[in-house]
């Protein structure tokens, strides 16, 4: 096993195990019946292209080392996405109030969205991982948006690609626009949050009996 496998394992092991404690939560909302404000979760390891890149822009050596893992916060990261806006101060709730991690930082780009466009609500926290030489106090971010500002998001991280963040004038202004657009959709959703939620709570219900038909 190489050195960078070492230094990532116990990152791999907190995805997974955040991954599994926040699906965790998304399943309880639904044993007791109750609209679940997590829609659903992903996470990765940073790929170390990445984690070359963003070491390399913040002045941190390349090297597998505690400076590098303290310092770029989202090598392991978790992604909530919720329905409603509203959703998303229920979740960073439920997750300042666990006593398996420690939240440290956060960053709320929804009141303040980036110059780009982004809005998404970041929680860094330190989370312990067992490991079999001892515990190991990770740091990871969990990103909490709603379904339209991941569809905005995850569109502007492809095109990133393309253009490598020098995007010309009329792409960056119609991204603009886009994420406009995207946080008017949230508030009309919310607006009628109600009537969603109690056609999805009929649907749950009868959809064995719905599937029949
Ligand atoms: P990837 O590929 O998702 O891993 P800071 O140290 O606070 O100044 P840092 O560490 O970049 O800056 O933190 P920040 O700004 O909170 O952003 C961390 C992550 O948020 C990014 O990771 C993205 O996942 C997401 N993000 C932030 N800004 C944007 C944006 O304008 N567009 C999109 N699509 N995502 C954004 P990475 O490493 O950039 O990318």
Avoid at 26 to 40: H, K, L, Y
Avoid at 109 to 124: A, C, L, V
Avoid at 166 to 173: S, T
Avoid at 181 to 190: K, N, P, T, V
Wanted: proline fraction near 4%; charge should be negative; hydrophobic fraction near 40%.
């Amino acid at each position: 096993m190489g050195q960078w496998d070492v230094f990532l394992s116990p990152y791999k092991q907190a995805v997974d195990e955040l991954k599994v404690k926040l699906k965790g939560m998304r399943s309880q909302f639904g044993i007791v019946n109750a609209n679940s404000p997590i829609e659903f979760v992903t996470g990765r390891v940073k790929p170390l292209a990445s984690i070359y890149d963003k070491s390399l822009l913040k002045g941190i050596p390349f090297e597998p080392s505690d400076k590098l893992g303290s310092e770029l916060q989202d090598i392991a990261g978790v992604r909530i996405m919720c329905q409603f806006v509203d959703d998303i101060s229920t979740v960073t709730q439920l997750i300042r109030q666990r006593d398996d991690m420690k939240v440290i930082e956060e960053k709320d780009y929804i009141t303040n969205s980036k110059p780009s466009g982004y809005r998404s609500h970041h929680m860094i926290i330190e989370y312990p991982v067992e490991t079999v030489q001892g515990r190991k106090i990770v740091v990871a971010e969990i990103q909490i948006r709603t379904l339209a500002m991941n569809f905005w998001a995850s569109i502007e991280h492809s095109l990133n690609y393309k253009y490598k963040g020098e995007f010309p004038d009329e792409i960056k202004d119609r991204l603009q626009n886009a994420a406009e657009a995207a946080f008017r959709l949230d508030e009309e959703m919310s607006q009628i949050r109600s009537e969603i939620q109690e056609a999805q709570a009929y649907f749950n219900e009868y959809k064995d009996d719905l599937a029949i038909l």
